[in-house]
């Protein structure tokens, strides 16, 4: 078949495979930025302290040069102070420097992914069609990465003035007198929070844009390297494929950071208006539930769709083999049965053809493990059960008293 080694011998020798991840950081501003002179990898610590450096600070002066009827911690009563509003905390600290670093590193993480399965044997194409595969996808991602860059901020300045507005004064939500609108009117602090919502919902979309670009170039490199050469009995307990599991559960883990950030910006909505504003929060938190329930599933499983496909596909060719085999053996042992002379050998045949069996039978269809997938389902569960451990406590607590 095309792009396949001429010789299967070539995967047992020592000489390592070439390389299967193109660029997919070409034309990407944040993966340029996040990469420190002369070293092709990202310094992840460094990239948080620097996005929450240049966030929160300017957001935390604009707070303290704002008007002086909005102070930046406040008392527990009165308007939303700086420091109070839990929500864009979460965001400026965890939420967004989470995203970049998850942005900047996924390069890496497929990379790595790749070339494990690639000594295992399990995806294996010659170095011809290796090269022209990533010179290819490379090209395409210089040109997604500046579409989704492009996108990000027009449809993130868009959602930041949809926001602003959602959280103006008699806007639904936030009362006028909070950090954002002191007095009812936008000052400085009021153009960072736009500034910042801005860069938050532009980091998104980039994301959630190269997530899809990943996923159409992994099925690219399923159909190129088709069928996969899953392993029957590999350790990893997925054929050989568990590293690209984790690509599902980083997509995971980024939608159950923005999951909690929801949540907790819903909360601080519901304490700065004192429940005044219950009906439009509670079509907010209903539309963002159903969504999550919907998209969390999909997202975690969008880059394993090929591989599962794939996967489908190495295992049918395994059960034919096999079941040839088979017919083959059971044939003879039909001559040895018709001739009365069953042997001892003939039995220890049959047992090593039913444990064969056995064994392709259990090969996996999805490349993750029982482990891989109990850490989306804690993941998957944690934003939804905030606010019942919210409502759990608050109730506990009014008992005690």
Same mark, same amino acid.
């Given at each position: 078949?095309?792009?396949?080694?001429?010789?299967?011998?070539?995967?047992m020798?020592?000489v390592p495979?070439t390389?299967?991840?193109?660029d997919?950081?070409s034309?990407? #501003?944040?993966h340029?930025l996040?990469r420190?002179?002369g070293s092709?990898?990202?310094?992840?610590?460094r990239v948080?302290?620097l996005v929450?450096?240049?966030?929160y600070?300017?957001?935390?002066?604009?707070?303290?040069?704002? @008007?002086e009827?909005?102070?930046?911690w406040g008392?527990?009563?009165?308007p939303?102070?700086?420091f !109070?509003?839990?929500?864009?905390?979460?965001?400026?600290?965890? @939420?967004?420097?989470?995203?970049?670093?998850?942005?900047?590193s996924?390069?890496?993480v497929?990379?790595?992914?790749? +070339?494990?399965?690639?000594r295992?044997?399990?995806?294996?194409?010659?170095?011809?069609?290796?090269?022209?595969?990533?010179a290819t996808?490379? $090209?395409?991602?210089?040109?997604?990465?500046?579409?989704?860059?492009?996108a990000?901020?027009?449809?993130?300045?868009?959602l930041?003035?949809?926001?602003?507005?959602?959280?103006?004064?008699?806007?639904?939500?936030?009362?006028?007198?909070?950090?954002?609108?002191?007095?009812?009117?936008?000052?400085?602090?009021g153009y960072?929070?736009?500034c910042?919502?801005?860069?938050l919902?532009?980091?998104?979309?980039?994301?959630?844009? !190269?997530?899809?670009?990943?996923?159409?170039?992994?099925?690219?490199?399923v159909?190129l390297?088709?069928p996969?050469?899953?392993l029957?009995l590999?350790? +990893?307990?997925?054929?050989?494929l568990r590293p690209?599991?984790?690509?599902?559960?980083?997509?995971?883990?980024t939608?159950?950071?923005?999951?909690?950030? #929801?949540?907790?910006?819903?909360?601080?909505s519901?304490?700065?208006t004192a429940?005044?504003?219950?009906?439009p929060?509670?079509?907010?938190?209903?539309?963002?539930?159903?969504?999550?329930?919907?998209l969390?599933?999909?997202?975690?499983?969008?880059?394993l769709?090929?591989?599962?496909?794939?996967? !489908?596909?190495?295992?049918?060719?395994w059960?034919?083999?096999?079941?040839?085999?088979?017919?083959?053996?059971?044939?003879r042992l $039909?001559?040895?049965?018709?001739?009365?002379?069953?042997?001892?050998?003939?039995?220890?045949?049959?047992?090593?053809l039913?444990?064969?069996?056995a064994a392709? +039978?259990?090969?996996?269809?999805?490349?993750?493990?029982?482990?891989?997938?109990?850490?989306?389902?804690?993941?998957?569960?944690?934003?939804?059960?905030?606010p019942?451990?919210?409502?759990?406590?608050?109730a506990l607590?009014?008992?005690?008293?």
């Amino acid at each position: 078949m095309a792009g396949r080694p001429a010789e299967s011998s070539s995967l047992m020798s020592n000489v390592p495979p070439t390389p299967l991840c193109p660029d997919t950081s070409s034309g990407s #501003i944040l993966h340029r930025l996040a990469r420190s002179r002369g070293s092709g990898s990202p310094k992840l610590v460094r990239v948080y302290v620097l996005v929450v450096a240049a966030t929160y600070l300017p957001l935390l002066l604009a707070a303290r040069l704002g @008007s002086e009827a909005v102070p930046l911690w406040g008392n527990g009563t009165g308007p939303l102070t700086f420091f !109070r509003d839990w929500g864009l905390g979460y965001a400026v600290l965890v @939420s967004l420097p989470t995203l970049v670093v998850l942005l900047v590193s996924d390069e890496h993480v497929l990379s790595t992914s790749l +070339d494990e399965v690639q000594r295992d044997g399990v995806i294996a194409v010659s170095e011809n069609a290796a090269v022209s595969f990533r010179a290819t996808w490379t $090209r395409h991602f210089r040109v997604y990465n500046l579409i989704a860059q492009f996108a990000g901020l027009v449809l993130g300045i868009v959602l930041g003035i949809v926001t602003l507005r959602f959280v103006m004064p008699n806007g639904s939500v936030m009362p006028s007198g909070s950090w954002i609108w002191p007095e009812g009117s936008l000052h400085f602090a009021g153009y960072m929070y736009f500034c910042f919502i801005t860069l938050l919902y532009a980091v998104v979309i980039v994301y959630v844009m !190269r997530g899809i670009v990943v996923s159409l170039c992994l099925r690219a490199l399923v159909a190129l390297a088709a069928p996969l050469r899953i392993l029957p009995l590999h350790p +990893d307990k997925c054929g050989g494929l568990r590293p690209v599991g984790q690509l599902g559960l980083r997509n995971q883990y980024t939608l159950t950071v923005l999951g909690i950030n #929801i949540v907790l910006l819903l909360v601080v909505s519901v304490y700065a208006t004192a429940g005044a504003s219950a009906a439009p929060l509670r079509y907010v938190s209903i539309a963002a539930s159903v969504a999550y329930l919907i998209l969390a599933p999909v997202i975690f499983m969008a880059p394993l769709l090929p591989f599962r496909t794939g996967m !489908r596909e190495a295992k049918k060719v395994w059960t034919h083999e096999v079941a040839q085999l088979v017919r083959v053996e059971i044939e003879r042992l $039909r001559a040895q049965i018709k001739k009365n002379e069953v042997t001892k050998l003939d039995e220890e045949s049959i047992e090593r053809l039913r444990k064969v069996g056995a064994a392709i +039978d259990e090969l996996p269809v999805w490349p993750f493990d029982p482990s891989t997938l109990r850490k989306f389902a804690t993941a998957y569960i944690v934003p939804m059960a905030l606010p019942l451990l919210a409502r759990a406590a608050g109730a506990l607590i009014k008992a005690m008293r």
